[in-house]
């Protein structure tokens, strides 16, 4: 089968064998793959948890059919549309645990499907499991514009959180995040960013942050944040390192959390498919809960899709189709 992978020449599509599924894993027929930043880093031979380096074929999440189950597989037969996340998604064939995967809605394309596994499991988790965002709370979504920060926007409108704030850094993706539900749109490279939050929230700060940038607006968020407030560290594309005031922090008390996928075990994983499931499903049925789609490539010009990706002018999802 064809696959996108990342060789000694750099990233390429090549042949391979199809892999097959054991245990609870399911074996899928790919039709649609949706970018990531992750993505993008190991195309370069960055590592993302264990994965990455010579060898790997690239890619978190997707949308096709099942073509065949693991022994243990459950829940899910052949045949079935669905979408999903795991590794070694840009490829004609992936294979996944049978807890990370989604039916597909009736009259949902497979382009639009691929778009939705990392950020529902994502943002769901860090907004409502981790943040426990309650309706009326106030929430920042820090790097609003990607595509998990505008599920994330999305998904606190519907939770009832009031005012939903969201950041971003340019001008024109800031304009339009109040079409996902940002009550109030901040650049956080703007000195005054933490007055414009703390304005809008009567002065106390926002129940909860969701950070996806982390570096140098760590202390900014602590100043933005309400005593007793919630910040959930979800990504760093600012930085790993910063300057950290834990006086701030300590005299706010503030709840510091960081979560990602990659030290979870596939128990947790599956749990967290199961509460997006038993959560918000129906506003993922009903179309309620999307992605716009920024650009779609054919598989064949995947490399250039990752041009598009790595220019940062995109809004939304950039999906590849097979």
Same mark, same amino acid.
């Given at each position: 089968?064809?696959?996108?992978?990342?060789?000694?020449?750099?990233?390429?599509?090549?042949?391979?064998?199809?892999?097959?599924?054991?245990?609870?894993?399911?074996?899928?027929?790919?039709?649609?793959?949706?970018? !990531?930043?992750? @993505?993008?880093g190991m195309t370069k031979g960055q590592a993302h948890g264990a994965?990455?380096?010579?060898?790997?074929?690239?890619?978190?999440?997707?949308?096709?059919?099942?073509?065949?189950?693991?022994? @243990?597989?459950?829940?899910?037969?052949?045949?079935?549309?669905?979408?999903?996340?795991?590794?070694?998604?840009?490829?004609?064939?992936?294979?996944? @645990?049978?807890?990370?995967?989604?039916?597909?809605?009736? +009259?949902?394309?497979? @382009?639009?499907?691929?778009?939705?596994?990392?950020?529902?499991?994502?943002?769901?988790?860090?907004?409502?499991?981790? +943040?426990?965002?309650?309706? +009326?709370?106030?929430?920042?979504?820090?790097?609003?514009?990607?595509?998990? +920060?505008?599920?994330?926007?999305?998904?606190?409108?519907?939770?009832?959180?009031?005012?939903?704030?969201g950041s971003s850094t340019h001008a024109a993706r800031r304009g339009r995040l109040g079409e996902f539900g940002a009550d109030l749109a901040v650049d956080s490279k703007d000195a005054g960013w933490v007055d414009e939050v703390l304005k809008a929230t009567g002065g106390n700060g926002v129940d909860l942050i969701i950070d996806q940038i982390s570096g140098p607006v760590a202390n900014q968020n602590l100043k933005a944040t309400k005593v007793l407030g919630r910040i959930v !560290?979800?990504?760093?594309?600012?930085?790993?390192?910063?300057?950290? !005031?834990?006086?701030?922090?300590?005299?706010?008390?503030?709840?510091?959390?960081?979560?990602?996928?990659?030290?979870?075990?596939m128990q947790e994983i599956r749990d967290i498919f199961s509460a997006v499931r038993a959560d918000i499903w129906p506003a993922v049925e009903s179309g309620k809960l999307k992605l716009p789609i920024d650009k779609v490539y054919p598989f064949a010009d995947i490399g250039t899709a990752f041009d598009h990706m790595e220019a940062n002018k995109h809004l939304g999802k950039i999906v590849v189709t097979l």
């Open positions: 089968m064809k696959a996108y992978v990342f060789t000694e020449k750099g990233a390429e599509i090549v042949e391979i064998a199809a892999p097959k599924p054991t245990g609870t894993q399911v074996l899928i027929e790919v039709k649609a793959c949706g970018l !990531n930043r992750a @993505d993008l994965a990455g380096g010579i060898g790997t074929v690239l890619g978190m999440e997707w949308a096709g059919e099942i073509a065949e189950l693991g022994p @243990d597989a459950k829940g899910f037969t052949v045949g079935e549309r669905v979408m999903g996340s795991g590794g070694a998604a840009f490829a004609e064939y992936t294979v996944t @645990d049978h807890g990370r995967l989604f039916h597909i809605p009736p +009259g949902m394309g497979f @382009d639009t499907a691929c778009t939705l596994p990392v950020a529902l499991s994502t943002m769901h988790n860090a907004l409502v499991t981790v +943040g426990g965002l309650q309706a +009326g709370q106030s929430v920042l979504i820090q790097g609003a514009s990607s595509g998990v +920060g505008l599920m994330a926007l999305q998904i606190a409108k519907l939770k009832g959180a009031k005012p939903v704030i !560290n979800v990504g760093r594309l600012g930085g790993t390192h910063a300057d950290f !005031n834990f006086d701030l922090h300590a005299a706010r008390r503030i709840s510091y959390i960081g979560v990602t996928f990659r030290t979870r075990s």
